[in-house]
């Protein structure tokens, strides 16, 4: 039976990666984003666009346009990533960050609790920039902050949602070829798509919790 999988930022980059796979694997896929774009309206996918996660306003929209759907695994893919040094510390651009990556997701989570059964999965795509046992290269105050603070989030969610039967995993998708690093990454997007998509496969109630790349390697917080 097609299981329905909601993907936020889902327009591009990663987010289109993953809708066209699991599309291609018969599923049936809900991408989420604020401005649509040819391949993902091409791509198969129900769209809803409109919506910033990061507003109580863009989470409302979500909820209304989605009704009673049964959501079986939820991906909150949306994230931005904007420079801040020690030397250009932009309390702006880190709080921007903070709302989109790290928050945003937990009021997506919020808004369709009720859309969210048991047996149902919840994948975070988080970085490993976000571990501090990792840290060797300091800098990216802002992303590293938030995706820390994401992966606080992720953990927390999986303890409380496990009674509820479902499973939350907190995934790196590597360094990937996108716009979000002016295309300096060193995999392609559908390359990392088909990595997420093994870990989420293999996700259940007795690894919930965990932190891994895509690549299958299991992370240090």
Same mark, same amino acid.
């Given at each position: ?22 599309? &291609?694997? $018969? ?21 809803? *666009? ?21 959501? *079986? ?15 250009? +510390? *932009? ?12 928050? &945003? ?6 808004? +369709?609790? *009720? ?14 920039? $976000? ?35 479902? &499973?939350?995993? +907190? ?13 300096? $990454? ?11 998509? &093994? ?23």
């Amino acid at each position: 039976m097609s299981k329905v999988v909601l993907i936020t930022g889902a327009n591009r980059g990663i987010g289109l990666s993953l809708s066209k796979v699991y599309i &291609a694997r $018969g599923e049936t896929v809900i991408g989420v984003c604020r401005n649509s774009s040819d391949e993902l309206e091409k791509s198969g996918a129900e769209v809803i *666009d409109g919506v910033d996660v990061a507003t109580l306003e863009g989470c409302d929209r979500l909820k209304e346009e989605l009704g009673n759907k049964s959501v *079986d695994i939820l991906i909150n893919n949306a994230g931005i990533l904007r420079g801040t040094s020690l030397e250009n +510390l *932009d309390f702006e651009l880190i709080l921007a960050q903070f709302e989109v990556n790290a928050v &945003a997701p937990l009021r997506v989570v919020s808004a +369709l609790k *009720d859309n969210i059964h048991s047996g149902a999965k919840i994948a975070m795509i988080t970085s490993r920039m $976000g571990s501090i046992d990792d840290n060797d290269s300091g800098g990216s105050y802002g992303y590293r902050m938030s995706k820390t603070a994401l992966n606080a989030a992720g953990k927390s969610l999986a303890i409380d949602l496990k009674p509820k039967g479902i &499973a939350v995993a +907190l995934l790196h998708p590597g360094w990937v070829n996108t716009e979000m690093v002016n295309f300096n $990454g060193l995999i392609e997007p559908e390359e990392s798509a088909a990595g997420l998509i &093994a870990r989420i496969d293999a996700l259940n109630l007795d690894n919930t919790g965990g932190f891994w790349h895509s690549n299958g390697d299991e992370l240090p917080w």
